[in-house]
């Protein structure tokens, strides 16, 4: 029975380690590329599946930072146009960023998608 436990939390703990070192700018990348291609009617199935996956971080990612943009500090909040942007207007502006920033994938996602829509639509000072 110890055996079971033991061998139990450790696929646990190593499920949650596998999913963390997933959430990087690679990952982003790719699945954001997929949203794109869902977007242009150029997807097959799994593009359908990684591209909601990129909308859906993404629109977390911007709620979130709406939500609390009276505690965030400067440099940290995006202002988009009044005209407003879509998602796949971010998940455009997140791949553009990567692309030119290879270096950085190896990043948490959330920390990347923000950089980049901070740098596509900055806040007037």
């Known amino acids: 029975m110890k055996r079971i436990l033991a061998a139990i939390g450790l696929v646990v703990c ?3 380690v596998m999913a963390e070192v997933r959430m990087n700018g690679s990952e982003l990348l790719t699945q954001c590329k997929s949203a794109i291609k869902v977007d242009d009617k150029i997807a097959d199935q799994r593009d359908q599946t990684d591209g909601l996956f990129c909308i859906g971080k993404l629109q977390g990612i911007m709620q ?11 440099e ?3 202002c988009p146009p009044k005209t407003g942007f879509s998602n796949i207007q971010a998940a455009r502006v ?3 960023y990567l692309e ?8 948490h996602e959330t920390a ?9 639509y900055p806040c007037e000072k």
């Open 14 to 16: 190593s499920a949650g």
């Open 64 to 74: 979130s930072t709406f939500i609390n943009a009276d505690y965030l500090p400067k």
């Open 76 to 78: 940290r909040r995006f």
């Open 94 to 96: 997140v791949v553009k």
């Open 100 to 107: 030119e920033n290879p270096q950085s994938l190896h990043i």
């Open 112 to 120: 990347l998608a923000i950089h980049a829509l901070v740098l596509a």
